[in-house]
């Protein structure tokens, strides 16, 4: 960790020319789309998500109806 | 199904740009001529590289979807041009950020080089509505298939094109014997093309994945005859 820390400090600085902002630029509009696409990402699997906790649901409520069902059906016939 | 193997290729992608960036930063040579700016052709020219094989990556299994008549390689088509078109954009900001810290100027119109390239993702951005405007989920693949093998047959070609014209703006970094590039600047060089690639492949199996839960789940409420919920892009193929 030292080593890295001492590596990190002792390289040279971003040149704060004209150059190095046009660096930064690039390299932070790359970050930028990155994080777009991984936020739109996101957003779809979260409505996936939803989308399968809404079916869980369904089969957990038709699961239900259907025991209740079976157990009339005993009690009709008993 | 399409997220195995995700896990170790997502820390592969991040240890490889950990790598890649460490050297751009720390080792790669400040460039006589350009400075610190060059470090912008580290980002730049994977973007434009892995972008440009990815479109041909998705006329290659377009091939495959229409030889085989199987919905999965329309799927791997589509996500493969999807990606490369997000690549592409980030290969034509950065190119203009550096072509104004170089040249002074955001776009250069007698450039063939940049011309060719903002040609290349024109065609493609058009991909998106020429498959929208087919309802029949069938016609759409093949014609989608159709349009990306075409398109990628353009890219070699036309990269060839800009190759045997003359420039004298553009720099040829891999005009001369040897590369062109210094052998550290190289090895840099390489070590940011793969950890593009890389990066591709992540989010192409990604994407994937993500089509392949959306169709799971699509089946699911079929089967249980439930609401199919809100319609979701008619022109994304799902994976089944």
């Not at chain 2, 740009?17 to 460039?31: H, K």
């Not at chain 2, 190759?163 to 720099?171: A, D, F, K």
Request: with cysteine; aromatic share 12%.
């Amino acid at each position: 960790m030292t080593a890295l820390f001492g590596w990190i400090v002792a390289a040279p600085d971003i040149p704060n020319d004209v150059g190095g902002k046009y660096v930064a630029g690039a390299y932070i509009v790359f970050v930028v789309l990155l994080l777009i696409y991984v936020a739109i990402m996101g957003m779809k699997l979260a409505r996936i998500e939803r989308g399968l906790r809404e079916v869980a649901e369904l089969a957990e409520a038709r699961k239900d109806e259907a025991a209740v069902a079976e157990t009339a059906r005993a009690e009709v016939k008993s | 199904m399409y997220g195995k193997g995700l896990r170790p290729l997502s820390i592969a992608t991040v240890v490889m740009f950990a790598i890649s960036l460490s050297l751009v930063f720390f080792y790669a040579p400040i460039e006589a001529d350009q400075g610190f700016l060059q470090k912008i052709f580290y980002l730049h020219v994977p973007l434009a590289i892995v972008s440009l094989c990815g479109f041909v990556v998705g006329g290659i299994f377009a091939i495959l979807h229409l030889r085989r008549d199987e919905p999965r390689w329309d799927a791997y088509s589509y996500v493969a041009i999807h990606i490369s078109v997000i690549f592409a954009v980030g290969g034509l900001i950065t190119g203009s950020i550096w072509a104004k810290g170089s040249w002074g100027h955001w776009w250069v119109w007698n450039e063939p080089t940049l011309v060719s390239f903002l040609i290349v993702f024109l065609l493609y951005a058009t991909y998106y509505p020429f498959r929208y405007a087919i309802e029949d989920r069938q016609r759409q693949a093949r014609y989608a298939s159709v349009f990306a093998i075409a398109a990628g047959a353009f890219v070699p070609l036309n990269f060839l094109a800009v190759r045997m014209s003359e420039s004298l703006v553009h720099p040829r970094v891999f005009a001369t014997a040897g590369g062109g590039l210094p052998g550290s600047m190289m090895l840099v060089f390489l070590c940011s093309i793969v950890s593009m690639a890389l990066l591709w492949t992540t989010l192409v199996k990604f994407e994937l994945s993500a089509k392949s839960a959306q169709g799971q789940l699509k089946r699911l409420r079929r089967a249980l005859d439930a609401p199919t919920g809100p319609p979701t892009s008619r022109i994304a193929p799902e994976v089944q």
